[in-house]
């Protein structure tokens, strides 16, 4: 766990970000990304906002448990650079791609918002790891995270693409981290 500190710092960073959006009495929608706010008005630090701020406690306390699952893994099999890389790498990256998808799909108004996109870089990074180490007989590995992300990126409201779209980077980013 001490070897996992930019995965802690993170977690402290998302929580930080929470109490404070609650103590300024901000409106939450502010810092939510949609096609519309990035594209059409040009607030692309929203890229960024989006990924750390969440709507209620239980939102992030189910990202932060992930966050800590998955991150503790991919920065002990990445080295804390390799982790930092592949969760903005899949955030900014993954979340540019959702945004351009929804635009194409006229979906200019659907918001998104929380770590889960960043995280499911994380989660690309592990299948990746998975797959190198015990080839398709480690698929007993990969099946229970498999069946969570497609139920909740399933439900409504939750921005599925997002999810998709950011653990694809995730694994592109793997791939060329263990190439090189």
Do not use: W
């Amino acid at each position: 766990m001490l070897n996992s500190y930019v995965t802690l710092l993170l977690i402290l960073s998302n929580v930080i970000v929470f109490f404070m959006i609650r103590t300024d009495k901000k409106d939450v929608d502010e810092l939510t990304m949609s096609s519309h706010s990035v594209l059409n008005r040009r607030e692309y630090i929203r890229i960024l906002t989006s990924g750390f701020a969440h709507y209620d406690p239980l939102h992030l306390l189910m990202n932060m448990l992930s966050l800590y699952n998955v991150g503790t893994f991919v920065e002990s099999c990445f080295g804390h650079f390799g982790m930092l890389l592949i969760y903005f790498g899949s955030l900014v990256l993954g979340k540019l791609a959702s945004l351009y998808l929804r635009h194409y799909n006229h979906d200019d108004y659907s918001s998104s918002l929380g770590a889960s996109g960043a995280i499911s870089g994380l989660l690309g990074a592990y299948f990746l790891v998975v797959l190198r180490h015990y080839g398709f007989s480690g698929f007993e590995y990969l099946l229970r995270p498999i069946i969570s992300l497609v139920l909740i990126s399933s439900i409504p409201g939750v921005d599925g693409t997002s999810h998709f779209c950011c653990m694809a980077v995730g694994i592109v980013i793997s791939y060329l981290l263990l190439m090189f």
